[in-house]
């Protein structure tokens, strides 16, 4: 069989056959180059409208056979670059009387490294100009387990570099100069498995406006959002207990990403794998070889329904062509792994003890930074949020230079395998609690919660207006918590929350009612205002 793909959502105008006998990618692309400035929308789609033509006729000469389908980047993208895209796609398929597939294009970022690796089900780290997020397939879909809260992460370093004066995409630009320069430090912002980039670059302009050599810059900022971005997806292995990592998007060119991730991964014995620079930029490759799986699931389009969709989410794409032994929550954890995502719980008994060792993939002085802040902000939140009466361990040792907390022994299940309506709302009600002091958890995820499933069963109302059964429900797990009065700090604590549950599963829905039904009685009402809010504000322009 043979699929030719077309793509051109942003600056990459390219066309490609796959050849599934031989599984075979020719790929030609024609890149757009902005004379100045980032890219700019009307300039692309005119690049489009020159380029395109010329790539599919390189292409089906390339072809040597027949075409079985066409597939076409669908979205996201650039609205007037997608249209042009689609009208080329739907007048080659009509001329060759083939059928129409329609592909998103973060799926075929990810999808590309899966091909290749012949990975089951990995977890997948999207790291492309316009967007950044870890995904997993679970039932039927694409989750997203956690994404950034702003820029995407190569947009990001190109507003930098467009600051500096270098050409787009300046992505490359901050590699070879990072090479040259020593680390300066930056904001590190992981909240949960969700990240932000905007006050890292407003911090790296301000620290080259005021004379820190611009190579310094650099180096700080990559170890800085790559390490971000190695955290998060460390923090998804983790959580879904799964052991193979693939890597797509432009910015997975870099040497030093895939060094890190590649060092996180053989410390955690999992399995990486990045594709070689063709399939990590915008390509038409990806887009024909996910197109060929969905041409074979009976995926296509009719012409009249094949209208493009500048906003299209990963997740909204029904993935027809996986089955359900992929799922990324199958026979990956037994729930005993207490291999946390950041720290390593040992000690048989009443007690544990708690240690964040260093990450090898981290910059050092990143590294101890992280691990002396966590650590003392642990052992204070933790004993914090017992004094507003939310159940913690007692601390009963910290120990900074080594980053080891000696705790109590609480619960004897993670919430993530004892999940019940009850014990959701129970952890609503702790973080109402928290906030109401003025602090975050940071990173309330149904592992950082621990349930007591013996005990007297749960009969209703305790003292007080609280559930019974949020006095057997405890939260753990506080470094990355931090004092806030701004109501979106707490709404993202919520987000967090149910993005954990979002993500694992099969039926959300019922939990999340009950959670916000719970924050609502005992907190603020306007948290959960501000929580649907940041749900709405689209963050795929
Ligand atoms: C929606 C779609 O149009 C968009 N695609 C896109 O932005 O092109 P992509 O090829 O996936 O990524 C380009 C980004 O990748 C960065 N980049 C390229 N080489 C890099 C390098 N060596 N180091 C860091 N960033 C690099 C560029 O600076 C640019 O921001 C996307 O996937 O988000
Ligand atoms: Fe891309």
């Not at 060929?292 to 794409?317: F, H, Q, W």
């Not at 305790?462 to 806030?484: C, N, P, W």
């Amino acid at each position: 069989m043979r699929v030719v793909g077309i793509e051109g959502t942003a600056w990459c105008a390219s066309a490609a056959v796959f050849d599934t006998e031989r599984d075979r990618v020719r790929i030609e692309s024609d890149a757009y180059e902005p004379e100045s400035g980032g890219i700019h929308p009307r300039e692309a789609a005119e690049h489009m409208r020159e380029a395109i033509p010329a790539v599919i006729e390189a292409t089906l000469a390339n072809a040597e056979g027949p075409i079985d389908a066409v597939a076409f980047a669908r979205g996201p993208g650039i609205g007037p670059c997608l249209r042009i895209v689609g009208s080329a796609a739907r007048a080659l398929a009509q001329g060759l009387d083939v059928p129409l597939v329609g592909v998103n294009h973060m799926v075929a970022h990810l999808e590309i490294g899966r091909h290749r690796s012949g990975f089951d089900s990995p977890v997948c780290l999207n790291a492309s100009g316009a967007n950044a997020h870890v995904l997993g397939y679970h039932n039927g879909r694409y989750r997203v387990l956690g994404e950034t809260m702003d820029t995407g992460v190569g947009n990001a370093l190109d507003k930098f570099t467009r600051h500096v004066g270098w050409s787009h995409p300046g992505g490359p630009k901050v590699e070879e100069h990072a090479k040259r320069g020593d680390y300066v430090e930056f904001p590190y912002v992981v909240k949960g498995m969700d990240f932000s980039f905007s006050g890292i670059m407003s911090a790296a302009k301000d620290a080259y406006d005021d004379g820190t050599p611009v190579e310094d810059v650099c180096c700080g900022l990559q170890e800085t959002v790559f390490g971000m971005l190695t955290e998060v997806a460390e923090r998804a292995l983790s959580l879904t207990g799964r052991d193979e990592l693939v890597l797509g998007g432009g910015v997975g060119q870099n040497a030093r990403l895939r060094e890190m991730l590649a060092s996180m991964c053989e410390q955690r014995d999992a399995d990486f794998y990045a594709p070689e620079p063709r399939f990590l930029r915008d390509n038409a490759g990806m887009i024909a070889v996910l197109g060929a799986k969905m041409y074979r699931a009976g995926d296509t389009l009719a012409i009249a329904e094949s209208a493009v969709n500048p906003d299209y989410r990963p997740d909204e794409v029904p993935v027809t062509w996986r089955g359900d032994a992929e799922d990324v929550l199958l026979g990956g954890s037994d729930g005993t792994d207490l291999r946390g995502a950041e720290a390593i719980v040992e000690g048989e008994g009443a007690t544990v003890t708690k240690t964040r060792r260093p990450k090898g993939y981290r910059h050092d002085a990143l590294d101890a930074r992280l691990r002396r802040e966590r650590t003392t902000q642990e052992a204070r939140l933790l004993s914090e949020a017992r004094r507003v009466g939310v159940p913690t361990p007692v601390v009963y040792d910290v120990d900074v230079p080594e980053s080891t907390l000696t705790l109590e022994r609480v619960g004897d299940a993670d919430l993530r395998d004892a999940l019940t309506e009850a014990r959701v709302a129970a952890v609503a009600e702790h973080l109402a609690a928290i906030h109401g002091a003025g602090f975050v958890h940071g990173d309330p995820t149904t592992r950082n919660a621990r349930v007591s499933r013996s005990g007297a069963e749960s009969d209703g109302t305790a003292a007080g207006g609280r559930t019974a059964e949020s006095d057997r429900v405890h939260l753990i797990d506080f470094g990355l918590g931090y004092y806030t009065d701004d109501v979106e700090d707490y709404a993202m604590d919520l987000r967090v929350f149910e993005g954990s549950i979002r993500g694992t599963a099969s039926d959300p829905e019922p939990f999340v009612a009950a959670i916000e039904a719970a924050y609502r009685a005992v907190g603020d009402p306007d948290v959960v205002a501000r929580l649907r809010e940041i749900e709405e504000r689209g963050r795929y322009q």
